[in-house]
């Protein structure tokens, strides 16, 4: 699989070219291919810091807290949350496993719990527990969109679908929910689809640097260059946009996937124009809690 976004976080600096996986047939990146909607941001009750020395600095203080009061349950959300953002995701999952033995059935927390586990890599873990953690009558949005995440890195690319078209029911044209939805698409080599749901991803007024970012890298593997490396300046210097689009390029070259690419996409465009575009399937609230596995 593909990183999320191919471009340097905000705690490393300027972005800078990154060697891109190949999405069509190449899989094997340990990193997760989409955003777990949600993750482990619980809690409202306190912002994290953009710059990395103040974000240690308040994880250090909500780390003191949480150590004075462990079962306080706003103080372990927003101690994890920090945790996350630090990348420290396995002390992440153990402040929430802690906290997930104290509230065995507090949906909030069995949520952030199980989107720890997966943002720690921890996959079927996070599944089962996210299955627990919305009800048929309580469904969460940001819930299903991690277990349709969890689905996709498992190779279930359809059952991830599912996920966020059920996400998309409760929360429409939420740009991470389309975003993920998009990149699921890419995986299934759907670019058309991939590039349309990303294009309405990236329209809408809330999206990210990271939806963004993900519909340059589908429109790069389409051999839209020009138009992909448009869409990366609205984020990074001309120069970064450009390295990013030509590792891309580099990726393509060097694992001759482009032909695969191209081909597929040539198959696609004429099914098209020969036959009508099937539903799309939803999935139903009463199976959307069920585990992904």
């Not at 921890?122 to 309580?138: G, K, M, W, Y």
């Not at 995986?187 to 990303?198: C, G, H, I, V, Y």
């Not at 429109?219 to 984020?235: I, M, N, P, T, V």
């Not at 198959?267 to 999935?283: M, N, V, Y």
Request: proline share 5%; aromatic share 6%.
């Amino acid at each position: 699989m593909f990183p999320s976004h191919f471009v340097a976080t905000r705690r490393k600096g300027a972005p800078s070219a990154l060697v891109i996986c190949a999405l069509v047939a190449l899989g094997g990146c340990a990193q997760p291919l989409t955003d777990v909607t949600g993750s482990i941001g619980a809690t409202r009750r306190a912002e994290l810091p953009t710059d990395e020395a103040e974000l240690r600095r308040f994880a250090d203080e909500w780390g003191r807290r949480f150590d004075a009061d462990p079962k306080n349950k706003s103080v372990a959300l927003t101690y994890a949350k920090a945790l996350h953002a630090l990348d420290r995701n396995a002390q992440a999952v153990a402040v929430l496993q802690g906290l997930a033995i104290r509230y065995p059935d507090d949906l909030s927390v069995l949520g952030a719990y199980g989107k720890s586990l997966a943002d720690a890599g921890r996959l079927r873990d996070a599944a089962d527990v996210l299955s627990r953690a919305h009800t048929p009558e309580r469904p969460d949005w940001t819930v299903l969109s991690a277990q349709g995440s969890i689905a996709d890195q498992l190779g279930n690319h359809e059952e991830a679908r599912e996920y966020y078209q059920t996400a998309l029911k409760i929360k429409p044209n939420d740009p991470k929910v389309l975003s993920n939805l998009g990149l699921s698409y890419a995986l299934s080599k759907q670019l058309p689809q991939a590039e349309s749901t990303l294009l309405t991803a990236a329209s809408q007024p809330t999206a990210d640097m990271r939806v963004r970012q993900n519909l340059a890298l589908v429109l790069a593997l389409q051999g839209k260059f020009e138009e992909a490396e448009s869409w990366s300046r609205h984020d990074l210097a001309p120069i970064d946009a450009a390295a990013n689009v030509a590792s891309i390029r580099q990726m393509i070259a060097q694992s001759n996937s482009w032909r695969e690419i191209q081909s597929y996409s040539e198959k696609t465009k004429r099914k098209s124009a020969e036959a009508p575009a099937p539903r799309a399937r939803l999935g139903a609230l009463t199976s959307s809690a069920t585990s992904p596995e």
